[in-house]
């Protein structure tokens, strides 16, 4: 039995490129939620939505993080993307409790914008990690075990 199981060159690459793309798709969701929010609803919801877009970049530099835990720790790797999601939703709910009681934000541009960085960010990164040539079972590996 081996003490530790080590990354492909493979998986690696793919996990770069999904970090790379939940930080972008975050900021993306900030710009686009923040324009459309202060074009439809004005000035307090683009504010608003813009409030949600950080938390949504914060929320992706935690994946970009979580992420690499996982590559340095491949049999924790479910843990770690569990805990993730739920840090993401415990973020999420204390987002729009903390700022429940701001009469200067709109709360549903805030937390709409939040949702959506969210369930981009995740669709991104299985996308991505889904069309990756990952070998599930490395054959080199196995032989030497």
Excluded: C, H
């Excluded at 081996?2 to 060159?9: E, H, K, L, R, Y």
């Excluded at 981009?120 to 590996?141: E, F, G, H, Y």
Aim: glycine letters at 6%; zero cysteines.
């Amino acid at each position: 039995m081996s003490d530790s199981i080590t990354a492909s060159a493979q998986l690696v690459d793919a996990v770069k490129k999904a970090s790379r793309a939940v930080v972008v798709i975050a900021i993306a969701v900030t710009v686009i939620f923040g324009a459309i929010a202060a074009f439809i609803a004005g000035r307090p919801s683009g504010i608003a939505a813009l409030v949600g877009g950080v938390v949504g970049v914060f929320l992706a530099l935690i994946t970009v993080f979580t992420m690499g835990l996982a590559m340095k720790r491949l049999e924790m790797q479910s843990a770690f993307m569990v805990g993730d999601y739920l840090f993401k939703f415990l973020i999420l709910v204390l987002t729009l409790i903390v700022t429940r009681g701001m009469e200067f934000l709109d709360s549903r541009a805030l937390g709409l914008t939040v949702l959506v960085s969210i369930v981009a960010q995740s669709a991104v990164q299985m996308w991505i990690l889904a069309r990756a040539k990952i070998p599930t079972i490395d054959q080199a590996n196995s032989a030497q075990e």
